[in-house]
């Protein structure tokens, strides 16, 4: 196992030992800025715990992947803090966000100093120390008391003790363009309730003023909001973080902002330098165990030695997403987020190794799955974000387990091809339609049943996404003509009409929503509708046909959402008078 000392300590910075630098260090832009905080952030938030701590709580792989597992616990003696950094100078009053205020000692762009130096070095050092527990303030004051702690050369020896801070730091731009330590003991501005609302009415799950809406979608909208900047509904730490990043990004700013929670054990990161994005750039950096059987992975990280620790097969994990307007029509629209580039960091040089699938492997997944239903996977889960839940030695462990695995990877099975699902299918009807298993499952009824609603939204919503690509003339990943597109669409929509017997609203919006829009087509109407019917070719007749035929099919869905919303109606109506 590398030392935590030795940590990127051939990354290019000039490391003494291992806190200090023998030079000073002076950046001007974000990038670098990253870089430099990357060194400092891996060998002393990740590196130095996993050495010093034994049973150190190493991140899983699927926990780097969307959506997000919620926290099952704090572990209270590991790092945890928040960073923001502007590339600009501060003005103090004008500030959206509290913090004290730290002074540089060079105070005029030609490299003058504050006359008063000693003192300004001083009045830095006191404000820090009176941010920390009692228990570190006199050795802090002793160890940094002629110490300019502002220049950036000197953050990594800070480290133990902003560790110890509450609260945020801040950097900022000085009088020559360099960043500097600026400010300590940051609150950042989170107002969740109007960003909440705002954004639920922008995608058109709120409307104002009607609770009842409000009330259904609400955990939709703010768990779409929150994994949009790479979390689940988390601590008030990681929350204000994700939306003071949201704040400084509309606002134009150009700014990195960091932060890391003591459950998630994890550098998340945000970036905003100017580009023309939408978000703000989003990474996470983690110490992560390669799975066992990941063999040809395991190989390239050993020749090439990027393995943090051989023996556990741990590695420095940086994980880049995407992220994703919300889309009403998809049947995918509760993805927020989605992996875009997984690199394995070198623990000397800090160099990536693209290329490898370590967090997202499809037969990862796919044995993860068969260990499930046979009561050998070995593990914990968070079922319905209350219940911790260990191990898959009973039933009921076992129907958990499938629950949570299902909602983790709804999207992504809703997107993979037909042969992975075909055998995921396999397994997951082997295990909840065997005889065997009946008597057991009648036990548990309504568990059972959720597993069992949440495998059949699966496979529906997998013939939907199928129909949306055929409404924009694509079919299994070609281009179709309009002939084409209409047969598919009424050999699709015949299937579905049988199914829709395990009502999905959402899909039936969506499946409605999707024949409207073929319906629309102006080309199809002008070519094939508004023409006389001795105009038409075979293949126009056909089409002129189907186009009838998917009128038909459409009453009936409409038909099927109408009954079903009556029928909802009736029932509260029922429920009122009672």
């Given amino acids: 196992m590398m030392k935590w000392q030795e940590v990127f300590s051939k990354d290019g910075l000039p490391w003494r030992d291992a806190a200090t630098l023998s030079e000073p260090v002076a950046v001007s832009e974000l990038d670098a800025l990253k870089r430099f905080l990357d060194a400092v952030h891996i060998r002393f938030c990740l590196a130095k715990p996993y050495q010093e701590n034994k049973n150190y709580p190493l991140v899983e792989g699927r926990e780097l992947l969307p959506s997000f597992d ?87 020896s800070l480290m133990p003790y902003l560790l110890n801070m509450d609260r945020a730091q801040v950097l900022a731009w000085d009088a020559d363009k360099l960043f500097h330590l600026a400010g300590v003991f940051a609150s950042f501005p989170s107002d969740i309730d109007s960003e909440l609302k705002r954004f639920g009415i922008r995608i058109g799950k709120f409307v104002y003023g009607d609770s009842d809406m409000y009330e259904r979608n609400r955990m939709f909208v703010y768990q779409y909001l929150m ?23 509309k606002m134009g700013e150009r700014f990195l902002l960091r932060v890391m929670g003591q459950t998630d054990r994890t550098l998340t990161t945000y970036l905003s330098n100017g580009e023309n994005r939408r978000y703000p750039l989003l990474e996470k950096i983690a110490l992560v165990a390669v799975d066992e059987d990941q063999e040809e992975a395991l190989d390239i990280i050993d020749r090439d030695g990027f393995f943090l620790d051989k023996s556990r097969r741990v590695v420095i994990m940086r994980i880049t997403y995407r992220q994703h307007r919300f889309d009403s029509s998809n049947a995918r629209q509760d993805r927020a ?49 209350t219940e ?77 996404r199928i129909l949306e690509d055929i409404c924009q003339r694509t079919f299994k990943g070609a281009r179709i003509s309009y002939r084409q597109m209409m047969r598919e669409a009424v050999d699709l929509l015949n299937e579905l009409k049988f199914e829709i017997v395990n009502f999905f609203p959402a899909l039936v919006d969506d499946i409605i929503e999707c024949v409207e829009k073929i319906l629309r087509d102006r080309y199809l109407r002008r070519n094939y509708l508004d023409v006389p019917e001795s105009a038409l070719t075979k293949a126009g007749l056909e089409i002129r046909k189907n186009y009838g035929r998917l009128v038909s099919l459409q009453d009936g869905f409409k038909a099927v959402r109408k009954a079903r919303l009556g029928t909802e109606t009736k029932l509260m109506k029922e429920m009122v008078v009672a």
Avoid at 132 to 141: A, C
Avoid at 350 to 378: Q, W, Y
Avoid at 410 to 417: G, L, P, T
């Fill in 337 to 385: 987020l989605s992996v875009v580039e997984q690199e394995v960091l070198h623990p000397l040089t800090g160099e990536p190794l693209r290329g490898l699938n370590i967090i997202k492997d499809a037969s990862n997944m796919f044995l993860r799955l068969n260990d499930i239903v046979r009561g050998e996977f070995t593990g914990r889960i968070v079922y319905k974000r």
């Fill in 227 to 249: 994994e949009l900047y790479g979390f689940p509904i988390v601590s008030e730490r990681r929350t204000s973080s994700a939306l003071f990043a949201r704040k400084l990004h």
């Fill in 70 to 156: 919620n926290d099952m616990f704090e572990y209270k003696d590991l790092p945890g803090f928040a960073l923001v950094a502007f590339a600009r100078q501060l003005d103090y009053f004008s500030e959206i966000f509290q913090f004290d205020k730290l002074h540089p000692v060079i105070t005029e762009a030609d490299g003058a100093c504050c006359p008063l130096e000693n003192q300004v070095i001083g009045q830095n050092v006191q404000t820090l120390a009176s941010r920390l527990p009692r228990v570190h303030q006199d050795i802090f004051r002793q160890q940094f008391r002629y110490v300019d702690t502002v220049l950036l050369d000197n953050y990594p």
């Fill in 388 to 464: 911790v839940v260990e191990n898959t030695d009973t039933e009921e462990k076992r129907l958990k387990f499938l629950y949570t695995w299902l909602t983790k990877h709804q999207r992504r099975m809703i997107s993979y091809s037909d042969e992975f699902f075909a055998n995921v299918s396999k397994v997951l009807s082997g295990y909840l339609f065997e005889p065997d298993n009946a008597e057991t499952f009648d036990s548990m009824r309504d568990l059972y049943q959720e597993v069992c609603t949440r495998f059949s939204y699966i496979q529906q919503a997998r013939r939907v």
